[in-house]
């Protein structure tokens, strides 16, 4: 089931540029910190709230685009968590990624690959072989029409499910993390969501 998780994603990553793999390891983001030796490593969760429904429809694959200069993105899959008919099989939370130095905002959140949220949801600060863990972003929001929507962004601790995902996943670099918290834009107003 992961192979078929991991292709998938890989085809994703055709489609969407590049995206960082929650399948990454201590030894890969060692790798990759080294051929961007001015770099630093971030971890981060999203968490999506629809405070529309009644009962809770959770994302099972996030992805959270940082720009630093609005040309200039990555795409770190923060979320996987496939389910199959209610169950979840091995499911990563949390997701981390090498970038450049500089002032990041978090301005798109995929749900699913089906709904991009578009905006300015959080801000964090990396430099140079800093290796940050940056919380958890949460998103509520309420639909507005067919393609409005509102949202409100607030930072959180991980979840105990991403601290083990991402101990399991880095457990050398995530047990070096810092904790500085992204800032959140509290009041992002959404006008449109692409489908």
């Not at 990396?126 to 409005?148: K, M, P, S």
Request: net charge positive.
């Amino acid at each position: 089931m992961k192979q078929i998780t991991i292709l998938a994603l890989a085809t994703l990553a055709a489609l969407h540029g590049e995206v960082a793999l929650a399948a990454t390891s201590d030894e890969k983001l060692r790798q990759e910190a080294q051929e961007n030796s001015t770099s630093g490593l971030v971890f981060l969760e999203v968490e999506m709230i629809d405070r529309g429904l009644t009962k809770a429809k959770a994302c099972d694959q996030i992805i959270a685009t940082v720009t630093t200069d609005g040309r200039n993105s990555k795409k770190l899959l923060v979320k996987d968590a496939p389910s199959f008919f209610g169950r979840t099989n091995n499911p990563d939370y949390g997701g981390a990624g090498v970038l450049p130095p500089g002032v990041y905002t978090i301005v798109q959140i995929t749900c699913d690959i089906r709904l991009n949220f578009n905006g300015r949801f959080a801000k964090f600060t990396i430099r140079t072989g800093e290796v940050l863990n940056l919380g958890r972003l949460v998103i509520e929001y309420i639909r507005e029409g067919f393609t409005g929507f509102h949202t409100r962004t607030s930072v959180e601790d991980l979840t105990p499910d991403a601290v083990q995902s991402l101990t399991k996943l880095a457990p050398v670099a995530f047990s070096k993390a810092t904790k500085r918290y992204l800032v959140p834009n509290p009041a992002t107003t959404l006008p449109k969501a692409e489908r």
